[in-house]
C-alpha cells in the first residue's frame, strides 16, 4: 500500500497562486499514475488534473484548464499542482490519488486505488 501526503494548501485571494504537493512513499512512485482531485462542501469529489509515471501526458478538467499545472518529481516521490488565477469556485479540500496503471492519465475516482487526507484550499472574492 502506498502513503500519500498532502501539503500546500491555505487562504489566498482571487487571482492569487497556490503549489499544492503530494509527497508518495512506500512503493515506487514511478509506477504509479497521479492525480488531482477536489471536493467542495455539498458537492461531490471531482477530477482536477492527472499526470502519467513520465509526466509525458496530462490531463485536465475544463474548469481548471489553462490555470492548473500538473507536474511530478519522481527522484523526490512527489506530484505538485501549480494553481494560478484562482477563483472563489475553486474552493474546495483539494486530495491526490495514485493509479496503479502508471501508462495512463487517468480521470475518473474509480481508476485511483490510494488517496491522501486532503489540504483545504480556500479563495476568498
Known amino acids: 500500500q502506498v502513503q500519500l501526503a498532502e501539503s500546500g494548501g491555505g487562504l489566498v485571494q482571487a487571482g492569487g497562486s497556490l503549489r499544492l504537493s503530494c509527497v508518495v512513499s512506500?512503493?515506487?512512485?514511478?509506477?504509479?499514475?497521479m492525480g488531482w482531485f477536489r471536493q467542495a462542501p455539498g458537492k461531490e469529489r471531482e477530477f482536477v488534473a492527472a499526470?502519467?509515471?513520465?509526466?509525458?501526458?496530462?490531463e485536465y478538467s475544463d474548469s481548471v484548464k489553462g490555470r492548473f499545472t500538473i507536474s511530478r518529481d519522481n527522484a523526490k516521490n512527489t506530484v505538485y499542482l501549480q494553481m494560478n488565477s484562482l477563483k472563489p469556485e475553486d474552493t474546495a479540500v483539494y486530495y491526490c490519488?495514485?493509479?496503479?496503471?502508471?501508462?495512463?492519465?487517468?480521470?475518473?475516482?474509480?481508476?485511483?486505488?490510494?488517496w491522501g487526507q486532503g489540504t483545504q484550499v480556500t479563495v476568498s472574492s
Open positions: 490519488a495514485a493509479d496503479r496503471i502508471p501508462l495512463r492519465a487517468a480521470v475518473t475516482r474509480r481508476q485511483y486505488d490510494d
Open positions: 512506500g512503493r515506487t512512485f514511478s509506477r504509479y499514475g
Open positions: 499526470i502519467k509515471w513520465s509526466g509525458g501526458s496530462t
